[in-house]
């Protein structure tokens, strides 16, 4: 006898009609299953996907090929794209409104058991999508396999994934408008907290810890209208492309892109599968995110540390040493300052993946999500934790002040008092080194330093010099837009207060 083959005859009205043929072509039915019930192999159903190919997946290659446990976040966003395209398809005369009915009742049926917690994800789903149309089938029958009618999983998963990115965008916006919030609660706390200001880690100007944290604010500012911009790019709608040439069925993509809150529609189907700039440019905005709090994190580090002690971080933010009882360790903003590679990473990821890529969709895309999931879990988790522990922050003023004392940072508005008295700056910069040299010597300040020793420099000193060279008097009198004083200090916290309010 000639060897035979199983063949399956086909997959219509959810019965699988199992049959042989033998050597000579002869089609033999053997016995008809219904879908549900059909095993192959380990117990997987057939892939979606099969026909092409016949021999069932190595293991190895599902392992490779699911993404189920990354994008399983996106479930959501998978059914409200699906009960709007089933709406567009009914609406356009391709499915029926009693299908439509079965597939919106079907798919809110999934969606609320996954929001409860009781919708178990098929062992063998690929991804997401794959399960939800399996699942909707499962439920409903033959009208949940017609769901995919004009549509490919590269413009489906495109739109999901930018319907999830608009979301944490403005979640990630929201975290962005607290920080600011607390940034102009302190500021306004300490408009008179007078510091050192610094360059080269050196103290350099007179400063205040408000006009500090504004500087910060302006940092944070930006990264929301970054996010913004973005948000105004990424809002056209993918969905509709099909797999990368759009579909000759009559879709209405203008309506797809309304009721999926999308600005319009995708312009060119083959960009509209293959564009992933709007994650790229998110890792980027996040990166910059990571740096000002990796940035501020640093310098908390060092303003808590015994050789500063300008401040002190709330005790709920630290912790402390397994050996050593004294310690009290700022380990919120190391762990900040450190998670900033990891999202720089993350970044690099997705740019080294698409450096290469030929138009349009590849499986190397399919690497997208997990990259920019990370990192924003990341950023979401350090901005919440870093504005609690700026919250918990006690400020030591005396330290701060003694510490503007010590360094010569009123030097530059010695010289300016001699500019200001006809002396040319390189001239009076070079009279206030030499001073600042006989204080040293002598361990004193240019404001403890006799008139007599000034005027053996310049005769154009005066006691009015001890007037300038007080320290709240430098900050007072930088008043220029966006200087420490606290009069344009105060003008910086309204600005970035009416910036909140317009949001």
């Known amino acids: 006898m000639k060897p035979a083959y199983v063949h399956v005859f086909s997959f219509q009205n959810e019965r699988v009609d199992v049959g042989i043929a033998p050597y000579n072509g002869t089609y033999y039915s053997l016995f008809t299953i219904t879908y549900s019930l059909l095993k192959l192999g380990d117990g997987a159903l057939p892939k979606i996907w099969s026909g092409r190919t016949h021999a069932e997946t190595a293991e190895l290659t599902d392992r490779l090929n699911y993404s189920i446990d990354i994008d399983k976040r996106l479930y959501r966003e998978d059914i409200r794209g699906s009960i709007v395209h089933a709406g567009m398809l009914a609406k356009q005369g391709i499915l029926t409104e009693t299908e439509l009915n079965s597939i919106v009742g079907g798919l809110e049926t999934i969606r609320d058991k996954f929001d409860a917690g009781t919708q178990r994800i098929p062992d063998d789903a690929e991804d997401i999508h794959m399960a939800i149309e399996t699942l909707l089938t499962e439920k409903i ?11 490919s999983r590269n413009d489906q998963v495109a739109t999901d994934f930018k319907l999830y990115l608009k979301e944490e965008c403005k979640r990630v916006q929201l975290e962005l408008t607290a920080l600011l919030g607390e940034l102009c609660s302190k500021a306004r706390t300490h408009l008179n907290t007078v510091m050192p200001a610094y360059t080269h880690m050196q103290r350099a100007q007179p400063s205040t810890y408000a006009h500090y944290l504004m500087a910060y604010a302006q940092m944070f500012r930006r990264d929301y209208t970054r996010l913004s911009d973005l948000l105004e790019r990424m809002d056209e709608c993918p969905l509709g492309a099909g797999a990368l040439c759009g ?7 203008e309506y797809t892109a309304r009721e999926l809150g999308f600005r319009a529609p995708t312009q060119n189907s083959i960009d509209s599968v ?3 700039d709007y994650a790229v440019e998110l890792l980027a905005a996040l990166s910059l995110i990571q740096t ?3 940035r501020f994190s640093e310098e908390i580090i060092l303003w808590c540390n015994q050789e500063f002690r300008f401040i002190e971080i709330g005790d709920a933010y630290t912790t402390g040493s397994s050996m050593m009882p004294q310690k009290k360790n700022p380990d919120v903003a190391e762990l900040i300052r450190g998670k900033t ?4 990473g993350d970044l690099t990821a997705l740019l080294t993946v698409l450096k290469g890529l030929p138009l349009a ?8 999500k997990e990259a920019v999931f990370d990192a924003l879990d990341t950023v979401l988790l350090c901005l919440e934790a870093f504005t609690a522990m700026l919250a918990s922050v006690k400020v030591n003023t005396v330290h701060m002040r003694n510490a503007a004392a010590d360094g010569f940072i009123n030097a530059t508005d010695c010289a300016d008092y001699l500019v200001a008295r006809g002396l040319p700056f390189r001239d009076a910069y070079a009279i206030v080194g030499h001073l600042v040299s006989v204080c040293v010597e002598n361990v004193s300040t240019l404001e403890n330093l006799p008139l007599d020793v000034f005027k053996n420099f310049s005769e154009l ?16 009198r930088r008043g ?9 200090v105060q003008k910086q916290i309204e600005a970035i207060e009416a910036f909140i309010g317009d949001i």
């Not at 969709?361 to 997208?368: F, I, L, S, T």
């Not at 000193?461 to 007072?476: K, S, T």
């Not at 220029?480 to 344009?488: A, N, R």
């Open 274 to 276: 293959s564009d992933r």
């Open 247 to 253: 579909t000759s069925y009559d879709i209405d993509r």
């Open 292 to 294: 000002h709090l990796s």
């Open 141 to 151: 029958g033959s009208p949940g396999k017609r769901l995919h009618t004009a549509r």
């Open 341 to 344: 590679g990891r999202v720089y």
């Open 361 to 368: 969709y590849n499986k190397d895309m399919q690497e997208d």
């Open 461 to 476: 000193f005066e006691r009015d010099v001890y007037d300038v060279l007080n320290i709240e008097n430098c900050v007072n």
């Open 480 to 488: 220029s837009e966006g200087g420490p004083s606290p009069v344009s």
